[in-house]
T-cell receptor, first 116, second 111 residues
Framework: DAGVIQSPRHEVTEMGQEVTLRCKPI?????LFWYRQTMMRGLELLIY????????DSGMPEDRFSAKMPNASFSTLKIQPSEPRDSAVYFC??????????????FGPGTRLTVL | EDQVTQSPEALRLQEGESSSLNCSYT??????LFWYRQDPGKGPEFLFT?????EEKEKERLKATLTKKESFLHITAPKPEDSATYLC????????????WGAGTKLIIKP
């Protein structure tokens, strides 16, 4: 398996623009997590899905953030409108606790977002 | 409130100089404690899961241990390629696979 795939790897945009981040989880994994990582706040869970259904979005900072998972192999995280304080690395991770005795999450390479 | 604290924030060692990283946690019922390694520009990579006090896991030069309040990641005779940020996370019995993350320890091994 190719692992978790994220695109784009880097995104530079201007304040007020819409940003869409994409994620393809590992095939067969039924949990998908979106994280944000900054130097100040570390790794923060934004939202996670189980079998394509959002389970907990309490980490989504504002209504400007939204996430969807239309099918088991694709998810998006959208920011509209974007602000400079949204600049961070966004990670997608997937897991399949039923297939592993370790419950580990597998992370993608991340998308580095810069909002000017 | 569930919480994870890692120390030190950064650690510089000479190649071959053994040491330990600490992860202290407060959680209402531990389901599991996880150690991850993160290299610059990459996502965290899973190392170990520990489930109960007294448990130990080993992988090459790394050994993770767990007590009721903290976990240690022991690094024996480290090499420069062990340089990375090491992240600790816990999962409580109340959560559905959500993890609470520590801020990490940045480890630098000098040749």
């Amino acid at each position: 398996d190719a692992g978790v795939i994220q695109s784009p790897r880097h995104e530079v945009t201007e304040m007020g623009q819409e940003v869409t981040l994409r994620c393809k989880p590992i095939s067969g994994h039924d949990y998908l997590f979106w994280y944000r990582q900054t130097m100040m706040r570390g790794l923060e869970l934004l939202i996670y899905f189980n079998n394509n259904v959002p389970i907990d979005d309490s980490g989504m900072p504002e209504d400007r953030f939204s996430a969807k998972m239309p099918n088991a192999s694709f998810s998006t995280l959208k920011i509209q409108p974007s602000e400079p304080r949204d600049s961070a690395v966004y990670f997608c991770a997937s897991a399949s606790p039923g297939q592993s005795s370790y419950n580990e999450q597998f992370f993608g390479p991340g998308t580095r977002l810069t909002v000017l | 409130e569930d919480q994870v604290t890692q120390s030190p924030e950064a650690l510089r060692l000479q190649e071959g100089e053994s040491s330990s990283l600490n992860c202290s946690y407060t959680v209402s019922g531990l389901r599991g404690l996880f150690w991850y390694r993160q290299d610059p520009g990459k996502g965290p990579e899973f190392l170990f899961t520990l489930y109960s006090a007294g448990e130990e896991k080993e992988k090459e030069r790394l050994k993770a241990t767990l007590t009721k309040k903290e976990s240690f990641l022991h690094i024996t005779a480290p090499k420069p390629e062990d340089s990375a940020t090491y992240l600790c996370a816990v999962q409580s019995m109340d959560s559905n696979y959500q993890l609470i993350w520590g801020a990490g320890t940045k480890l630098i091994i000098k040749p």
